[in-house]
């Protein structure tokens, strides 16, 4: 067991280790640089989005390289979590200079290591586009992407080797754990939580330490502490970046939570589907029991915590909470109503407490820096920062984390990157299949909790999926529908039975055989299902058809009086023809097609039997652009 | 062609199955960690190595039975050598993954879920898989295939489905 002394120890060694990737404005530079063995680090980013990418053959090409030049003595490479820029991936970041170089391919790295880690001139024509503009270098959190950004919980993300216990220690690990149960009371942890504002980041918005409160009050022989991650909006991956990247930071979190509501288990419920950050936490749970820092006895102060991984098994609706605790327990993962609230009677039947992720990778940061600095990030009802996964029609696609009150316009059109030249950003989607859709005319709401509720969408988890004028709203309403519809656990009626209906129509409505009772119809159904389905899945099921109905209600009329896609999505809607005018009669597309629905002889106009033709779409990419004859009308 | 769909376990499979029992018999609410493991051992998990794990770990088959079946990552039926998984997360969604699906359903004549005759090939539609920087994003078995073109599906579909066919 390593004492609160051992730990200092262990942070001023290797502080002066990675001090290497900080800048000179931060409080960490020039200590203990005696220490420093190596005058280089290479961080290659190993999220999930990296290693699908290819990320692993970067290493293993590093290594060689290294090693051949006779420079592997001299120059780490450390892999690390996600750096959010997901679109350019791989990544990897050379310190201290901080030179970025995005999309990397394995051929490229003998380059850069002769050029820059030999004769010390990074390869300018590699290096993030962003991060360069002519001769001058950018540093990387003044170029667009990172510019607005505030990382608070994924501070380590992309900075710490989040398999080595020791560098998350030299970034204060394990700090606030040891000023907790050696100098604080559990009451007085629980009073900065809740003196802080922090507030649910799962979706609820819930206040974390006014729940902690709940707990701690109920007496009972036996309490426990969970985790969510069992992050199941599609188009969300803010929880499996902070697990990859930062593991230790969830365990820290998770055992000052115990020692506040006094537990002294914890479960960590994660989705199957993230195997790189089920196998890091893991690594992360064993190293903390290794240094005392997990099990009994914690600092010799006499609290004991131990912590757990739980598997889920593919059920969106365990990410509700009563869900959750019936899945840990072994079985079907079905919702209960509440109350009892799980605070007074949850997994096993005991005081439980159960907090998102992003939300406890924000508990360590407030217990050493206080409440009244958390207090000064965000807005009045919405404290610190929010993690986006920014996803879809947009040019950076990523992992974005920005203080709360900042516009939905500044994170698409500065941060994002916008969407593809030529095309206009027409709404954004925030709350997955809870949440509804935010028009491009509302887009200077501020986010936070309250506005985006008052705008008829929700904060969520935190996936944020841009669509530009090729999405078609109802198209998108029926998406999140399907999901609903085959994600519903059955057991009440309103959202098993109710959720169909809904689908059912919007199937009729996309294939032009809706009425405007239809319409009516959905507006009755949605109300009912919203107010009477037992858990949270059922009552926010409606919320893309409503918001879409809201704003986007002329699209749906044009699919049922006009019988009309307008965006050109909806296949019985749409009719491919051959413009006379342009076409050369060249039969690329009469070859291409599966069906043979194109005739005519060559040299000649040609057209599109609208019995046999499918409309899947291939004759109008196959037509050469210089012709461009065939169209969606 | 082999009949896929009868039981053909080994007594290696079934004394590994045996020796996971045996370590979690006593710990509380385990059932689902057994079934993710005997799903790694057997590939799916077919009513035979339920009524193993029923008696092993003194759980009612009804139980056991409605778990696997609540559970999406549960399979009753074995999955082809290739299992084409195909992401339907939001951003891969916006970005054509439906065309990319039904590519594949048309190439490999088969349904989402369902299984080549030569147990070869295998269609599932996924949830998000998380890495939406590469959308539209699949795998097939472990291999990642991201940034489909969608304006060029069936050449994208071809190129990947000739890795595998002539293996």
């Known amino acids: ?633 | 062609m082999p009949d896929v769909k009868t039981f053909s376990g080994t007594p290696e499979q079934q004394s590994k199955l045996m020796e996971i029992i045996e370590k979690q018999k006593n710990v509380r609410g385990s059932l689902i960690a057994v079934l993710h493991e005997a799903q790694q051992i057997y590939g799916y998990l077919p009513i035979e190595v339920q009524e193993m794990i029923s008696k092993g770990l003194n759980v009612p088959m009804t139980e056991i039975y409605g778990v696997v079946t609540f559970y999406t990552q549960f399979s009753l039926e074995p999955k082809g050598k290739y299992n084409v998984a195909i992401c339907m997360g939001t951003a891969c969604y916006v970005k054509g993954a439906g065309k990319i699906l039904d590519e594949f359903k048309k190439e490999l004549d088969i349904d989402v879920d369902g299984v080549t005759d030569d147990g070869k090939f295998s269609i599932e539609a996924t949830r998000c898989i998380g890495a939406c920087g590469l959308a539209p994003v699949l795998t097939v078995g472990d291999d990642v295939y991201g940034r489909i073109d969608e304006h060029n599906v069936p050449a994208e579909v071809a190129k990947i489905l000739k890795n595998y066919k002539e293996v």
């Open chain 1, 1 to 633: 067991m390593k004492s609160l002394a051992e730990l200092q120890v262990i942070r001023d060694k290797h502080a002066g280790l990675v001090s290497l990737r900080i800048d000179e404005n931060d409080q960490l530079h020039g200590k203990c640089d005696s220490t420093s063995i190596a005058r280089k680090h290479i961080l290659v980013c190993g999220g999930t989005g990296c290693v699908a990418s290819g990320c692993k053959k970067i290493v293993d090409e590093l290594h060689k390289q290294l090693k051949s030049h006779k420079l592997d003595k001299e120059i780490d490479v450390v892999v690390v979590g996600c750096f959010g820029l997901c679109a350019v991936g791989p990544i990897m970041i050379v310190y201290p200079e901080g030179s970025f170089y995005s999309l990397v391919e394995p051929e490229y790295i003998q380059e850069i290591v002769e050029e820059h880690l030999v004769k010390g001139h990074p390869v300018k024509k590699y290096l993030y586009d962003e991060s360069i503009k002519g001769d001058v270098d950018i540093p990387l959190n003044e170029t667009p992407f990172y510019k607005k950004q505030l990382r608070v919980a994924l501070r380590n993300c992309g900075l710490i080797d989040p398999e080595c216990i020791e560098e998350y220690i030299a970034f204060d690990g394990y700090a606030a754990l040891g000023k907790a149960v050696t100098e604080m009371k559990p009451q007085d942890v629980i009073d900065i939580i809740k003196d802080s504002g922090l507030r649910g980041r799962g979706g609820a918005g819930f206040s974390t330490g006014t729940k902690w409160q709940f707990a701690a009050n109920v007496e009972s022989d036996q309490k426990y502490v969970l985790c969510n991650a069992d992050e199941g909006d599609p188009g969300a991956f803010m929880d499996r970046s902070i697990l990859e990247g930062d593991p230790h930071t969830i365990i820290e979190a998770m055992a000052l939570a115990g020692y506040a509501v006094g537990a002294n288990q914890g479960y960590v419920y994660i989705r199957a589907e993230y195997p790189i950050a089920v196998e890091r936490l893991q690594i992360a749970i064993d190293q903390a029991l290794e240094f005392g820092l997990l099990g009994n006895n914690i600092f010799d102060s006499g609290f004991d915590f131990h912590l757990e991984v739980r598997l889920g098994a593919g059920a969106f609706v365990c990410g509700e909470e009563t869900a959750l605790i019936t899945s840990i327990e072994g079985k079907r993962g079905e919702p209960r109503s509440r109350p009892p609230f799980p605070a007074v009677r949850g997994l096993f039947g005991k005081p439980t407490i159960l907090n998102n992720v992003e939300t406890y990778a924000n508990i360590p940061v407030i217990i050493n820096k206080g409440a009244e600095w958390f207090k000064t990030i965000g807005t009045d009802g919405s404290r610190g920062t929010k993690v986006f996964a920014l996803g879809g029609k947009i040019k950076n696609i990523g992992l974005v984390e920005v203080p709360m009150g900042i516009t939905l316009r500044e994170i698409v059109e500065e941060i994002g990157g916008n969407v593809a030249p030529g095309k206009t950003f027409k709404a954004a989607q925030t709350g997955g299949p809870s949440g509804g859709c935010i028009p491009t005319e509302l887009a200077d709401t501020p986010i936070d909790f309250e506005s985006l509720i008052e705008i008829g969408s929700m904060m969520g988890s935190g996936g944020l999926i841009v669509m530009d004028d090729d999405s078609c709203m109802v198209d998108i309403a029926k998406f999140f529908l399907e999901f609903t519809v085959d994600e519903s656990c059955g057991k009440c009626v309103p959202c098993r039975i109710g959720t169909k209906r809904m689908l059912e129509i919007l199937d009729k409505i996309t294939e032009g055989k809706g009425t405007l009772e239809d319409i009516e119809t959905l507006k009755v159904l949605s109300a009912n299902i919203k107010s009477t389905s037992l858990c949270g899945l059922g009552q926010t099921a409606p919320n893309p058809v409503l918001s879409t109905l809201r704003y986007f209600e002329d699209e749906y009329l044009a699919h049922v009086n006009d019988h009309k896609c307008p965006a050109g999505v909806c296949k019985s809607l749409l009719k491919y023809v051959i413009d006379e005018d342009k076409c050369v009669g060249c039969g690329i597309c009469k070859r291409g097609c599966p069906t043979n629905a194109i005739k005519g002889e060559p040299k000649t106009t040609h057209y599109i039997d609208q019995e046999l033709c499918t409309k899947c779409g291939i004759c109008i990419d196959m037509c050469p652009p210089k012709f461009g004859a065939i169209k969606i009308v």
